[in-house]
């Protein structure tokens, strides 16, 4: 929060009390501005606290432990489908949902493992080329798995995912209040994100500071020197890749109950790389970065989409650059451009855990 | 034993053209330590303007021979991705030589993708058929083994174009200052190597090469789109580790290594998983074989890098 505080401009350097209450007003009247406009642009602010959660989760393994995850999704996908088994009628099988969603998660930290385990010795360009091919193994098997053994549903992916339940609450519905107004369920849903997001951010930010963050941004940093000292590198990625993954899932498993729908055409290598270029974007080894980036790479094209057709017709009179092709090249260029203009993303990380009054705050060095 | 010939020769066919893409990701990893990501697309590009020359030619000159044809279209493509080749160079790659490794690789993937949304912008998402200049209809038999006249031309051409690469690299000065540059780029510098031109040039070869690959891609299969250079790229990637990333003879044979495998892999996958598995998951091959070499014998099997370059 403090990071996040400090990253609003101009309000962040010189009141951080204040610019910490204006980031939780935004974030709780966000949706209730958002309807003004259309309700598509709820659902745009769920889907983007989704891309948060999967930016931190991956921000966990390039930005503090650095290794770079190219197939990230794969986790999303195994948290989704394992959500779609365990909550559809694709099988039959009902679970409550604080029953999938650990499970979900529990499915992804193993995957992690499994991807961890054999990529342990390598780094830089090979462990993002085998975490590539990790990915597009994941998606080939939910394309695939149809036959002989029914177990994906192949290409058409899986129907009528049950929505989120909890204490008997259905997020899905409506909440009426009176005879004509009623509390949409994209409000509901964004509330609960929101929470699971604070939670993660919370999470997130005392795990940086703790042991194990310092021992990934020392290993991150000079892995040579850190097992010198003592640091045992290979349960500290393993721990990485599966810390990492359990986000993911958690995000896959929201993300199925909320869509109602899982496919393999939601898990391409194209989600991978944009949820890399929104951590690349907003700020390696940074919670504030990847939480920025993740919102305008996620909104952006939402924006452009909305912007950009009727500019289009009105110029050309037919739409040259439809929205996918839109969000492509922003995403690309992003990267491009970012990587050579600045580095270091939109929110620069400071390796502030290593000054000592940070960690007094914490409670971490006396 | 005809399925196994013929599995042969698909491996052999489809390895060559691993073969000459991986050329250009083994050169560019050689000399710079950068994987291209963005070389698989130069494929993709190198056959969709040789397809946008020809659909030219054929409304321009109706009567024109295939042979003429397909030799001006590629006198098209491979300019046009040696071009491209160096401006990315120029452009994104040089200002990054210094940065921490991460930033090129980002900004690869990063021009990869550009390449694919521009490829798709101009010619749309569809499949295009590619032109069957060179004949894809069987000779006759031998063994009970069909070969095409394009299979014959595509193996042919890329040993040719191969063997001429290896003259370059070995006989010729470029070659020598090429190889300086890829041992160390500081020492070539003092002894008067205009290291940024070789690497230009490294980047403009390799270009040229996956232009080549591309048409012959296109017309082996019949159909060109703009993402059918990704994987091919990444395949030919793995190729290259294969055979040991930096060796040019180690990227020719994992090219055809690869092939073999592939073809193999996807005639037999049915009968050793009893039906579990079928030949849709064709693509899970180079990744395996990638996994196993990094662990087993991250030197490849002829190169001697070490893999922990990071």
Known sequence: ?366 | MEIFLQQLVNGLVVGSVYALVALGYTMVYGILGLINFAHGDLVMVGAMVALQTMLFLMGAAPGMSPLTMLTLSLAVAIPVCMLLGYTMERLAYRRLRNAPRLAPLITAIGMSFLLQTIAMILWGRNYHTFPQLVSTAPLQPVAGVFVTPIQVTIVVGSALIMAALIVLVTKTKLGRAMRATAENHRVAALMGVDTNLIIALTFVIGAALAAVAGVMYASNYGIAHYGMGFMPGLKAFTAAVLGGIGNLGGAMLGGIVLGLVESFGAGYIEHLTFGFLNSSYQDIFAFIILGLVLIFRPTGLLGERVSDRA
């Not at chain 1, 909890?166 to 409506?174: A, E, H």
């Open chain 1, 1 to 366: 929060m403090n990071e996040l505080a400090s990253a609003v401009p101009w309000l962040g350097r010189r009141n951080p009390q204040a610019a910490r209450w204006l980031i939780v007003i935004v974030a709780l009247a966000a949706p209730l501005v958002a309807v003004l406009f259309g309700r598509t642009w709820v659902r745009v602010l769920d889907f983007a606290l989704l891309y948060v959660m999967l930016a931190l989760g991956l921000n966990l393994v390039v930005g503090f432990a650095g290794l770079l995850d190219l197939g990230y999704i794969a986790f999303y996908a195994v948290g989704a489908y394992t959500a779609a088994f365990l909550a559809s009628p694709h099988f039959g099988v009902h679970l409550p949902f604080w029953i999938v969603l650990p499970v979900a998660a529990g499915c992804a930290a193993l995957a992690g493992i499994m991807l961890g385990f054999p990529v342990l010795r390598l780094r830089g360009d090979y462990l993002a080329i085998v975490t590539l091919g990790f990915g597009e193994i994941v998606r080939i098997f939910l394309n695939n798995l149809n036959y002989p053994v029914n177990i994906t549903n192949g290409p058409q992916g899986i129907n009528a995912l049950d929505p989120l339940v909890l204490f008997g609450w259905d997020l899905s519905r409506n909440i009426p209040v009176t005879e004509n107004l009623s509390i949409n369920s994209l409000f509901l849903y964004y509330y609960f994100f929101l929470a699971c997001v604070a939670g993660s951010i919370v999470f997130i930010q005392r795990l940086q500071v703790s042991r194990v963050g310092r021992a990934w941004a020392a290993m991150r940093d000079d892995e040579l020197a850190a097992k010198a000292i003592g640091i045992n590198t290979r349960n500290l990625k393993l721990l990485a890749f599966s810390l990492g993954a359990t986000f993911g899932g958690v995000a896959g498993g929201l993300f199925g109950a909320f869509q109602g729908f899982v496919s393999p055409e939601s898990f391409s290598l194209m989600e991978s790389i944009a949820v890399l270029t929104m951590v690349v974007f907003g700020g390696m080894g940074n919670v504030a970065g990847a939480i920025v980036g993740a919102l305008i790479l996620s909104a952006l094209p939402e924006i452009l989409r909305h912007l950009a057709l009727p500019v289009q017709q009105a110029l050309f009179g037919t739409v040259l650059l439809d929205p996918e092709v839109l969000r492509m090249l922003l995403l690309s260029l992003a990267m491009i451009l970012m990587m050579l203009l600045k580095p270091a993303g939109l929110i620069p990380a400071h390796a502030r855990y290593s000054h000592v009054e940070h960690l007094k705050r914490h409670g971490v060095a006396r």
